[in-house]
């Protein structure tokens, strides 16, 4: 004989239990995908600051190599008048003058320096001038720093 009682299913589920996720379950599911979204959103971030700074060094080297180029330009006794030169954040253009945005977030200077280097592995002495240009951001923090050595020959030495 069967007894007055009876089981009810719902569904496919366990007796007694509905379909679907219960408070507990979807808490849980809700807590990963947190995690999951704030883990994404940091390694964008992070990947943010690290194509900005890419870009800042980019741009950086650049204003450095034309400083440079333009120090070069200069004839051997004209070289010891940039030693010292400084140009301020919010001053440094492109070559063609223009003022932008990427380049006012520098500085850049020049030192001359009459050196001799030692030729290894023969010791030969070559007398010379470094050229040295440095850019800095506006913290203060330098970013490139380019050297060439100018070496003097019998034409150009004072």
């Known amino acids: 004989m069967k007894s007055g009682r009876t089981t009810r ?20 599911a809700l807590a990963i995908l947190a995690m999951v979204f704030t883990a994404i959103a940091t390694a964008i971030g992070a990947g943010t600051a ?6 800042a060094r980019v741009t950086a080297t650049l204003a450095a190599e034309e400083l440079l180029a333009e120090v070069l330009t200069e ?4 070289l010891p008048d940039w030693h010292g030169f400084e140009e301020v954040v919010g001053s440094v253009s492109a070559p063609d003058g223009r003022q932008e945005d990427s380049r ?17 592995p023969s010791g030969i002495e070559v007398a010379g001038r470094s050229i040295i240009v440095q850019v800095h951001d506006r913290d203060g ?10 070496a003097a020959t019998g034409e150009n030495e004072t």
């Open 141 to 150: 923090r330098r970013l490139i720093r380019l050297q060439r050595f100018v």
């Open 104 to 120: 006012g977030r520098f500085s850049r200077s020049a030192l001359v320096v009459d050196e001799v280097m030692l030729l290894e």
């Open 75 to 78: 004839d051997w006794s004209g």
């Open 50 to 55: 690290s194509a900005d700074e890419t870009r």
């Open 9 to 28: 299913t719902h569904g496919t589920g366990a007796p007694g239990r509905g379909n679907g996720f219960s408070l507990v379950e979807s808490l849980i």
